[in-house]
């Protein structure tokens, strides 16, 4: 039994030419088999995209391959010359000529898409600006509300016969579906953690500061990795998972109050006992609008209760009216300043 | 109050990306996605090999031209050389006679256009025979895979050793195309001097690469 085996990681310890001479004996040994070398290919493939060397103009040239497809069709003879013939059809080869229309509609339907990569061909993108909270259905009758400024991945294709996998950048509420066959609902995020569920409701926040995930209803494991280490963190129905960018370690908060915690669904601000500090933080995240403190005497007030506001700037004036502070603004950003 | 149901999304605001893949999964899970994918592609070429072909372009393009850079050492000729592969991927119907994925099958088209472009350029007086282009290759001997990233270290070697002003000429020229005249005036030296460098490193290529001739001109052999 051979105990250092070839895998991903290895293949790209050699594509980045860091391999010994044993290394690559053994790939070339595993490489013998069919079923490697495609996997081989698919690793190269990853690799390739992942660390490009440079970044290829491909807009023009794709724009130029269609065209190219276009002015070459393969109804023709292989070696014909192109365009000019298709005015000269008989009448009655007009199902032909019909075909190639249909064609290129199709054809002008992607070039118009315009080239994004291959992300946009793998995934639907469903994407809040800031102030904004939207619903989305997933295939599988998931419900998830995007908070502000987010994006959600979802597969295009349908998803497959393994996980039902999406990739947040931002927060949301999830309600997944239970599936016949049981099958695991995975949240993939940008930072250290992943979320996977078998069917429930719950929250998920993934922002610059952090990680959080809030669970409602049923069961989650949060997946993370403690430096090399894969490591698993089953919730239960009210804890509150925390992943500061600081600390490794997440912090789970049992009993944490669900329902003022996913307020936003409802578009609902709820404080309770929340610094302006942190307030001006949530307006940040929330509305994409910059708050500075500039009396530091304010940073500390708290403010307890429910807010639907229409828009920052009409919550920030009401807590000037609370606090009895100044708002002054600065290009872009709002200060909040002591009243003369 | 929730906002209604999301319609389509706009994706004309995003700029777009380069990998999709997670670093996180493990190695069995990326795999399986993959799979679908392929599928998907083929079922497409099935009733509609335009868009099949459109697809594997968007899907690979840029890793391919990466891919080719790295030993071709020059943007415009990767890119030229990946474009002209779609375009006789197109016209020759290749994808009908694709036994493996297409994703295999491209980067190993692009291995062996490579070898023959390189071939082509380094030839020196003592021609010896320029293979066809083979963009079929079946299955391989493992060397003959590993060739590639072979070749693509020793080239690399081999530009790291030239001398710092040679080497910064050889990498304007070549990879960034800048012509003899551009590079004499950004680099303050005599187009003269210019050409020295670029030859220089031009010779040090070959004479580098010499012992490799018979291995290039073999492996092509073995894909018929």
């Given at each position: 039994m051979n105990k250092l085996s070839v895998n991903k990681a290895l293949l790209f310890q050699y594509f980045a030419a860091s391999a010994s001479p044993v290394q690559k004996r053994l790939i070339s040994e595993w490489l013998a088999q069919a079923e490697n070398q495609e996997l081989y290919f698919e690793w190269l493939a990853e690799w390739q995209a992942r660390s490009p060397h440079y970044l290829p103009e491909g807009q023009e040239r794709y724009e130029q391959y269609l065209e190219y497809m276009r002015n070459h069709?393969?109804?023709?003879?292989?070696d014909a010359e192109p365009a000019q013939s298709e005015a000269h059809l008989p009448g009655n080869r007009i199902p032909i000529w019909r075909k190639i229309w249909l064609v290129a509609a199709s054809v002008i339907l992607l070039s118009t898409m315009g080239w994004y990569g291959r992300d946009y061909v793998i995934f639907k993108h469903y994407q809040t600006s800031y102030g904004e909270t939207r619903t989305v259905k997933l295939m599988d009758g998931t419900q998830v509300v995007l908070n502000a400024n987010t994006t959600l991945k979802v597969p295009r294709f349908g998803f497959g016969s393994e996980t039902r996998e999406v990739k947040l950048n931002g927060e949301a509420f999830f309600n997944v579906t239970h599936t016949i066959d049981n099958k695991r609902f995975m949240v993939k995020t940008e930072e250290n953690f992943e979320v996977m569920v078998l069917g429930t409701e719950f929250s998920v926040y993934t922002r610059q500061k952090g990680g959080k995930v809030l669970l409602k209803k049923g069961k989650v494991h949060v997946l993370f990795s403690e430096g090399q280490k894969k490591k698993e963190l089953i919730m239960n129905p009210g804890d509150l998972v925390i992943m500061e960018k600081t600390t490794a370690k997440p912090l789970r908060k049992p009993n944490a109050d669900t329902s003022r915690l996913t307020a936003w669904v409802a578009n609902r601000f709820v404080f309770d006992k929340t610094p302006l500090s942190e307030v001006a933080s949530q307006l940040q995240e929330h509305y994409g609008i910059t708050v500075q403190i500039q009396d530091g005497q304010f940073a500390s007030r708290t403010v307890s209760g429910t807010f639907q506001p229409e828009s920052g700037e009409e919550l920030l004036t009401l807590l000037s009216e609370l606090f009895d502070f100044r708002l002054a603004r600065e290009g872009e950003a709002y200060l909040i300043v002591k009243k003369q | 109050m929730l906002s209604p149901q999301g319609s389509e999304n706009n994706e004309n605001a995003a700029s777009w990306e380069v990998n999709a893949d997670d670093p996180h999964a493990a190695d069995g899970v990326n795999s399986a996605k993959e799979t679908d994918r392929e599928l998907f592609i083929r079922k497409t070429f099935e009733t509609n090999p335009q868009e099949g072909c459109a697809l594997l372009f968007r899907l690979y393009y840029n890793p391919l031209c990466s891919y080719a850079v790295r030993f071709l050492y020059s943007k415009e000729a990767a890119a030229d050389l990946v474009s002209e592969m779609f375009y006789a991927f197109w016209k020759n119907r290749s994808y009908e006679s694709v036994k493996t994925s297409y994703r295999a099958y491209l980067f190993k088209s692009v291995q062996n256009r490579s070898y023959n472009f390189l071939a082509s350029e380094l030839k020196n007086t003592d021609s010896f025979e320029i293979m066809p282009q083979y963009d079929v290759a079946s299955s391989e001997r493992p060397e003959a895979l590993m060739y590639f990233e072979e070749l693509a270290s020793r080239i690399d070697r081999i530009v790291e050793q030239l001398p710092p002003q040679c080497q910064k000429v050889f990498l304007l020229n070549r990879f960034e195309n800048k012509k003899i005249q551009q590079i004499a005036l950004e680099m303050n030296l005599s187009t003269r001097t210019v050409e020295g460098h670029i030859s220089k490193a031009l010779v040090a290529l070959r004479q580098g690469l010499k012992d490799h001739w018979t291995w290039l001109v073999a492996v092509p052999l073995a894909f018929i």
């Open positions: 069709p393969l109804d023709k003879l292989k | -």
